[in-house]
Structures are given as C-alpha cells and as structure tokens.
C-alpha cells in the first residue's frame, strides 16, 4: 500500500448518511483493485458528542470531535465530507475549500440557490475536488441506460417518466425531524427525494428548459419527540406530545421540457403508501424504449423498436462484469448489488478525481443546477404556471 496515495477523510455528520459512506470508503479499496487512493478514516465530527464517539469506534475512525471547525482547519486532513442536515452544508463546504480540501457533500446541495452559488465559486476559487452525492447516477443499469442512450439504441429520446417514491412520512405520529422543516432541509419531497430523480434524468438526456409543477403538504403539523430517527421514532408514545408545524412540500408533481425537444411527466413523494424506496425511470425514444426500477437494482429493460412484430417485447439485463462497474464486483451477472454497493462506485469515482485519474461522479456545479430545478419547480407552484430554466 502506497503511504503517499492516503486521503485523510475529515466526516462532518454522525448520521445515517455517514454509516453509508464509511461501508463505501472501507469497501472501495476491497472492489476497486488496487485503489487510485487510500481513503482514512481520521475524524468525525457531530455537535453530539456521544453520536461522535460511536461513529468513530462503530466506523473506525482514528478520533472524532464536535467542533467542524477545528476538522476543517486541521492540516492532516486532505477531504471534507458532509453528511450532515442541508442547512450546515453551505458554512462547512465554503470554509473548507478556503482551507484548500476537497469536498464531498450529500444532495441537495444547499438550502437555498445563493448559498449553492457560493459553495461552487468557494471549490472553484480554491481549484479543489468537488463532488455532490447523487450516487444513482452509478447504479450499473443507469449508467449503461446513458450508454445506450448515447450509442443512439434508442434513437432521439421523446418522452420520459421517472419517479422517487417512499412512504415513510404517512403516519401523522412520525415525529418533527429535519427532513419536515424548511430552515433545515429547504424544502421536503422535492430536494430530497424528487432532486435525485430530477438529477437522473438530467445525466441520461440533458438540461432541461422549463417546469410545471404542484406540489402538497399533506400533514401540516407534527408531534416534538425526542428520539426522532429517519422513519420513525424509538417505541415513544407521541399521543399526547406537543405538535409543531411542518414547512415543506410532502409530494410534488411535474411536467419539463428538456433541451433535446423531450417532454417528461415525474412525481415525487413520502406518502406514496406500498413503496418504501423506488426510484424509476422510462425513456421513450425512436428507436426503442429503456425502463429502470431500483426494485431490481441490477436489471434494466431494453425494448429494441425494430424486433420483429411477434418477439416484441421488453428484454431483461442482468448487469454483470461485462457493464458499467461490473468487472469490479462479482463474476457472474445477476448476483445482486446493494445500496453501500452504489455509494462505494461513487466514491471510486471521488477518489479517481482526487488522484487525477478520473472525475467525480457529480461536480457542485450539477449540484447547483439540480437546486435551479428545484426551485423553478416551487415558483411554478405557486404562479400555478411554466417557469423557465438557464
Ligand atoms: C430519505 O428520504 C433518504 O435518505 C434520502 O435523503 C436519500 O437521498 C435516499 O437515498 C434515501 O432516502
């Protein structure tokens, strides 16, 4: 192992998220033989300093702190991820690339278009590494849609539908947490869930040009608990607890027109009951037809417009070493990837870029555009009308 090559990760956040990308950083060099870097786990970072402490003995990392500040500041540290809440994202991002690190930010981006901005001219000024975490860009089956797509088999792309469904947030019991609140998450379906969707299709078939949307708060009020976790809360009686208002959109509907003359329908949601996680896509084009579900992470339908009439039909492809990252997981196709599967392709990728042998999976400036989406998506709503993008 080459000492030189060691990237000393600086982890801000204790989450959920964090869980995810130490398995990624750990496996990466497991899979991706030998490593265009060494990803260390050094320091990671949450205001709560217990939630610090078991990260970094449940993760391995070397210490852990409660000041990001002083991680951001550290010399030894090399990258700066964040992992935490979307409000913390701008402040952390901008101090760190001042101080000369890469960064590593989970989606969205920011809370708000101008806080974006200025994430991006901080990593551009400082000329660092800048990634954004829309890792469904890696899923194996999505990056070999964009090569299909790109090698014409499905000819000029007319119409797509995609979707991000989830229903984790229907309960009116599930307590306030961040994810509910506007001066924490900027808004509710639409970044979290709706901007990975948006982020996809973007990356199969380019900018898009103009939105309609509407969207929808279906539980305007929430109980306070103390325990709050993604999903839920830990066996707590919420019956009689205060409740306090929640501020951001619960699902959103829209229709786009994109750059390349395609028109496209997406729905995004939390109370869409019966799908816990599903992201979709088809993409409808001249010559033949492409559909995902990340239901079945490791399949991805192709239907070929020029078959014969009586063999029409979508085929199934099993994704296997002979596709996108395929070579660096198992043998045989069909064996199934998971979700810290696709996080730890992203990472590849981050560590490529740090060691210039490749780039990022998704820059801050794809952050930004995502928020662009976004935010026309929610002035559409309210002028109840077509808003136009770049
Ligand atoms: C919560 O809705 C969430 O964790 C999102 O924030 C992630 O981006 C998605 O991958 C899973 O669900």
């Known amino acids: 192992v080459d000492k030189s090559r060691d990237i000393n990760i ?5 989450g959920f998220m964090t869980k995810l990308h130490s398995i990624a950083y750990r496996n990466y060099p497991v899979y991706f033989f030998p490593p265009a870097a060494n990803p260390v786990l050094h320091t990671v970072c949450d205001l709560v300093s217990d939630l610090a402490e078991t ?14 500040q002083a991680v951001v500041d550290d010399p030894a540290i090399d990258l700066i991820d964040i992992t935490t809440p979307n409000y913390a994202h701008a402040d952390v991002a901008i101090a760190a690339a001042r101080r000369g690190k890469h960064v590593y930010c989970e989606k969205p ?6 806080e974006a901005r200025a994430m991006l001219s901080a990593v ?12 469904n860009r890696r899923v194996p089956a999505v990056a070999f849609a964009r090569e299909l797509i790109t090698r014409g088999a499905i000819g000029d792309i007319y119409n797509v539908r995609a979707e991000y469904l989830q229903d984790w947030a229907i309960d009116p019991q599930v307590p306030m ?5 506007a001066q924490r998450a900027g808004t509710g379906a639409i970044g979290d869930i709706g901007s990975h969707a948006i982020d996809l ?3 199969l078939i380019g900018e898009y040009t103009a939105v309609f949307a509407t969207h929808e708060r279906h539980v305007r009020e929430r109980p306070v608990s103390q325990s709050a976790v993604l999903g839920g809360a830990r066996a707590e009686d919420l019956t009689s607890a205060p409740r306090v208002p929640v501020t951001v959109d619960d699902s959103v509907e829209f229709i786009a027109r994109f750059a390349c003359g395609a028109t496209g329908m997406f729905q995004a949601s939390r109370f869409a009951y019966g799908n816990k996680n599903t992201l979709g896509f088809e993409i409808f084009g001249s010559r033949g037809a492409i559909r995902f579900s990340n239901d079945r992470l ?7 417009g020029d078959d014969p009439a009586d063999l029409q039909g979508y085929r199934t492809l099993k994704m296997g070493p002979n596709h996108p990252y395929g070579a660096a997981f198992w043998p045989i196709a069909d064996l199934g990837l998971g979700y810290a599967d696709i996080k730890t392709i992203e990472i590849s990728h981050l560590m490529e870029a740090i060691a210039g042998s490749g780039s990022v999976n998704a820059t801050f400036t794809d952050g930004v555009k995502a928020i662009e989406i976004c935010d026309a998506i929610v002035r559409s709503a ?8 770049g």
């Open 10 to 14: 600086g982890m801000i956040g204790a």
């Open 55 to 68: 990260a970094a003995l449940r993760y391995g990392y070397r210490q852990h702190a409660t000041e990001w």
């Open 109 to 114: 981006l920011a809370n708000t278009l101008v």
């Open 124 to 135: 551009e000024d400082a000329g660092v590494v800048h990634a954004v975490g829309y890792n």
């Open 177 to 181: 947490e961040w994810r509910f609140d």
């Open 201 to 203: 299709i973007r990356f």
């Open 298 to 304: 490791w399949e991805l339908q192709y239907y070929q």
């Open 382 to 389: 309210e002028i109840g009308g077509w808003v136009g993008i």
